[in-house]
């Protein structure tokens, strides 16, 4: 059975930093991507970062570039995603995902992800 686990949310001030970790199972981790996504009430989720298997290419939503880091540890089936410097802006739902994992009716797999609030 496919899972995923996020943890390391919570909350910060504006200029902090958090590392989200996020733990796959069911899957053979390291043959796919891998991808940070987040949502906030009223909008849809929106994809923050990406990985490929092999952890060579990263690609980064423009709002977050030169702030977040993603990366991953095959031999742990888990993808990290580094946040420094956070903005209010940042606050959502963190979820992580691979996008080509998917169930018999096409229908992607995605975690209960992990709250991310940014506030003074």
């Known amino acids: 059975q496919v899972q995923f686990v996020e943890s390391g949310g919570g909350l910060v001030q504006p200029g902090g930093s958090l590392r989200l970790s996020c733990a796959a199972s069911?899957?053979?981790?390291?043959?796919?991507?891998m991808s940070w996504y987040r949502q906030t009430p009223g909008k849809e989720r929106e994809l923050v970062a990406r990985i490929l298997p092999s952890g060579r290419t990263e690609n980064y939503a423009d709002s977050v570039k030169g702030r977040f880091t993603i990366s991953r540890a095959n031999a742990k089936n888990t993808v990290y995603l580094q946040m420094n410097s956070l903005k209010p802006d940042d606050t959502a739902v963190y979820y992580c995902?691979?996008?080509?994992?998917?169930?018999?009716?096409?229908?992607?797999?995605w975690g209960q992800g992990t709250q991310v609030t940014v506030s003074s």
């Open positions: 069911g899957f053979t981790f390291s043959s796919y991507s």
């Open positions: 995902t691979s996008p080509s994992v998917v169930d018999g009716r096409g229908n992607g797999y």
